[in-house]
């Protein structure tokens, strides 16, 4: 267990509902990731908060997926109108960020989403 | 975006032998690598990372080398044991030090 936490474990839905997912960070952890990983991939970058601010957001992220930190501690990812090729294992790491570039990245358990 | 591949998707040794996973990568302007290690149904594990001002890092019976000429990256296991089965990946740091970018994984497998 590393610390950072995700909710649900599990969640299947049908193809055009909305979904959304919790990430709670290790409590000092001021830097929050959200990836993609499907079957026999590695994770795909989504995007990447400092504190509550979004800075960073891949291409991968459209217009149906947002994320929010609104307090700088945990943070929500939301797919509207999923589709099925929504359905991989959304993972959320958080690091410390300081005056080294780069910093290890925590990972929580993954949320993984099935669309029907 | 980059380029971060593994040369073998799978991989299986004896108890008790070394592994080694090897990993190549595109961009010559990366200067931070890691390896993660990601058993069934858990999150990636971080293993040990390196720098590019250094070519050589050692941890608890992993070594990570790191050749710059070949943009190559190796992660060295010693005394093979039950419990490293798992996917491991490479990950480059992007430029911005926010971004990782993840190879496909090599699946390593260890016979009793």
């Known amino acids: 267990d590393t610390g950072v936490s995700q909710n649900p474990r599990h969640k299947i839905t049908k193809r055009g509902q909305n979904v959304t997912f919790r990430c709670d960070p290790i409590s000092e952890h001021n830097r929050l990731y959200w990836y993609r990983q499907t079957l026999g991939q590695g994770p795909e970058f989504l995007t990447y908060f400092q504190n509550e601010a979004q800075l960073e957001k891949s291409r991968l992220l459209s217009d149906r997926f947002s994320a929010e930190r609104p307090k700088g501690s945990f943070s929500t990812l939301e797919i509207q109108r999923t589709e099925q090729g929504d359905s991989a294992m959304y993972l959320c790491a958080s690091s410390f960020g300081g005056p080294i570039l780069y910093n290890e990245q925590f990972f929580g358990p993954g949320t993984r989403l099935t669309v029907l | 975006g980059e380029s971060v591949g593994l040369h073998l998707p799978t991989l299986s040794v004896q108890e008790g032998d070394n592994s080694i996973i090897n990993c190549a990568y595109s961009?010559?302007?990366?200067?931070?690598f890691i390896w993660y290690k990601q058993e069934s149904g858990k999150g990636p594990q971080f293993i040990i990372d390196?720098?590019?001002?250094?070519d050589k890092r050692q941890g608890q019976r992993v070594t990570v080398l790191l050749n710059k000429t070949v943009k190559h990256l190796s992660l060295q296991i010693a005394a093979t044991q039950p419990g490293d089965s798992a996917v491991y990946f490479c990950?480059?740091?992007?430029?911005?030090?926010?971004?990782?970018?993840f190879g496909t994984g090599t699946s390593l497998t260890v016979i009793p």
């Open positions: 390196i720098r590019s001002n250094m």
């Open positions: 990950a480059e740091g992007g430029n911005t030090g926010n971004q990782f970018y």
């Open positions: 961009n010559s302007a990366s200067d931070y």
